[in-house]
């Protein structure tokens, strides 16, 4: 098993597959956006960072991944993606559940001067929507909430394989 855990993250296919799924969802998000007409608030905007992050790291894999250090450079693009994307989006998921005047997210993107996202690109990155406002649901589970559940599947997969390429030697047949 680890040696399959450790062959697959050497294979383009599984960093297609990472990255077709995150470009599933950015796409999904520009579907919400301007098909069905929901706002993107602050929240939803790091969010879609944060899987961009993922579909970055998809992609970088899939160049050279049986070079180990764009592997391993995937690997932790992947991870720290994930983990940020999760932690966002339990915030968000807090702004809904919890909505009080002092428990509100800012109105404005907070990008690095360097980098105004919300400028450079405002059709993804500028948020008008609010976050405290549940405007769409699936099975009684907002939109914050199903990403709670991504994400964590993100870095579930992303702790599984990232052992199976800590541990050395052939285990068990």
Known sequence: ?????????????????????????????LFF????????????????????????AG?????????WYLRWSALLLWGYSAFRGLQLALKHVDYQMNPSPFNVCSPFADF???APLDQWLPWLFFPDGDCSEISWQFLSFSMPQWLVAIFAAYLLVFVVVTIGNLVKGRCCS
Do not use: D, N, T
């Open 1 to 29: 098993m680890i040696e399959f855990l450790r062959r697959i993250a050497a294979h383009r296919l599984a960093w297609g597959l990472l990255a077709a799924s995150a470009l599933f969802l950015e796409l999904s998000a």
């Open 33 to 56: 956006q301007y098909v069905l007409g929901l706002h993107p608030c602050v929240m939803c905007v790091y969010e879609r960072l944060a899987i961009l992050g993922v579909l970055s």
């Open 59 to 67: 992609l970088l894999g899939m160049i050279a991944p049986e070079k």
């Open 112 to 114: 690095p001067s360097w």
